[in-house]
Structure formats: C-alpha cells, structure tokens
C-alpha cells in the first residue's frame, strides 16, 4: 500500500521560511519522479517543483524561482521544497505527487500518486 504524506505546512509571515517534507511509503523515491503542486481557492492546481528519481534533474516555476528548492533524500525516501521569500500569493494547499515514468513533469497528468496536501498561509 503506498502512501505519501507531506508535513512542514503553517502559519508564515510575508518574507518567511517553511520547509515542506513528502515522505514516501510502499513506493522509492528512487524510481518515481516527485512534483509538488498548489491549490489555492477558487483555482486550478499548478506545479511548483519537480525533481526527477535520479534527483538530477529539478524544474521550478517562474512564480518560486530563486526562492523554492527541492531536494531528496533516499536513505529517507522524502522529498523536500525549502521556501524562502513566502509572500501572500504563495498562500495554497501543498500537494506532492510520484510519477512512476520517473521523469520530472510539471502537469497534474504527470503523476500518478497524490498526498492529501498540507496547508501553507502566508500572512502578517
């Protein structure tokens, strides 16, 4: 039975840090591709970061560049997304994803697997 649960969300001021945990069960990191996904209200779930299984090869979007970083650890089977600079509009439910192409995608379709999210809220 596999299972992702992501941890790590909360309550932030603007121009704060949250480190977001994904930890994988019944399925290893070092065959699935992980993305990291956000939903706020009222609007469509967009991908944040991926890293693909080899963890060699991570994308973001323009929205988190330079602030996001997504990193694994295997010996954990968990995928991480650092970030820093949070401001309002990062405000979302955090999903993580496995892809079992392995690959690192930044679609919905990509993935395979899904968490149940962690909330995010970035507020003074």
């Known amino acids: 039975q596999w299972q992702l649960v992501e941890s790590g969300g909360g309550l932030v001021q603007p121009g704060g840090s949250l480190s977001l945990s994904c930890a994988a069960s019944?399925?290893?990191?070092?065959?699935?591709?992980i993305g990291w996904f956000r939903q706020a209200p009222w609007t469509e779930r967009e991908g944040v970061s991926c890293?693909?299984?080899?963890?060699?090869?991570?994308k973001y979007a323009n929205t988190v560049k330079g602030r996001f970083t997504i990193s694994k650890d295997s010996a954990k089977n968990t995928v991480y997304l650092q970030m820093n600079s949070l401001n309002p509009e990062d405000t979302a439910v955090y999903f993580c994803?496995?892809?079992?192409?392995?690959?690192?995608?930044?679609?919905?379709?990509?993935?395979?697997?899904w968490g149940r999210g962690t909330q995010v809220t970035v507020a003074s």
């Open positions: 994803a496995a892809s079992s192409s392995s690959d690192c995608g930044m679609m919905r379709d990509d993935y395979d697997h």
């Open positions: 019944g399925l290893s990191l070092d065959i699935y591709g």
């Open positions: 890293i693909s299984a080899s963890g060699v090869h991570t």
